[in-house]
């Protein structure tokens, strides 16, 4: 039976390679950084341009298709998940490393239907690497097929995580005793790329055996939770049980062991989620 959803993961992948020439001619020239929720969360006039690039393409041939992407809702758009066909949007993963050209940067798009994530697109575009999950047919880099790594044993380990965007005390001293607590397992070493979407790759492509993070947003992650489960990982919230895409908390991994080993490890908290509904202004 022919893929109902081919023709917009076709269109996806094209956008996103598109998107990934923008942002390396972009790397030529000066960038311009603005900030948003704190000084540290930056954003470029390319995630914006970008944003716009890939929105306005799928409405063009998608026209009754819905969207939440990052510079919209932090331009004011609403940020919910309903049944509708609706594109999920990082234009810039890893805007901090962009700015700084530190070379991992994604374009991240996940589809979404009945709230399910049928197709995830990421686009490592500085290494020119482009990752592919379609629901129940598999992870691909580059078309070659993905698979996570089969090391059980978390003391011979690579966990990937990430410090975020937020300097809330409270929040980073959270951050710290969870990295203590998984660095001292001990496992053989911590990573993180600078972009969620990237490092989710890597837990597909077997190079990390897991990655966890409490702050990403909805579109940091969409397309990686395919990519990582179509290359037969496990998807799990930091305080076990399931992962709710809206709820900020992440951990992705090879396998139920090593995901269930890094919960008990980390000491969890809960940011606003993603689709909260904007504080009343009196
Ligand atoms: O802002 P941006 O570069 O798209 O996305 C960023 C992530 O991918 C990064 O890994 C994470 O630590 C930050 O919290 C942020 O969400
Ligand atoms: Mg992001
Ligand atoms: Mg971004």
Redo the contacts with the bound molecule.
Sequence with gaps: MADLWQDAMDHAVAIARRAGEVVREALQDDRKVMTKSSSVDLVTQTDQKVEQLIIQSVKYKFPTHSFIG?ESVAAGEPCVLTDRPTWII?PI?GTTNFVHAFPFVAISIGFSVNKQIEFGVIYSCLEDKMYTARRGKGAFCNGEPLQVSDREDIKQSIIATEFGSSRDPEAVEKIFSSLRNVLCIPVHGVRGAG??AINMCHVASGCVEAYYEIGI?V??VAAGSLVVSEAGGVLMDVEGGAVDLMSRRIVAANSRTIAERIVKQIDSFSPLRDDAPPPQTL
């Design positions: 990052e990082d993963d972009t969620a947003h579109w940091d």
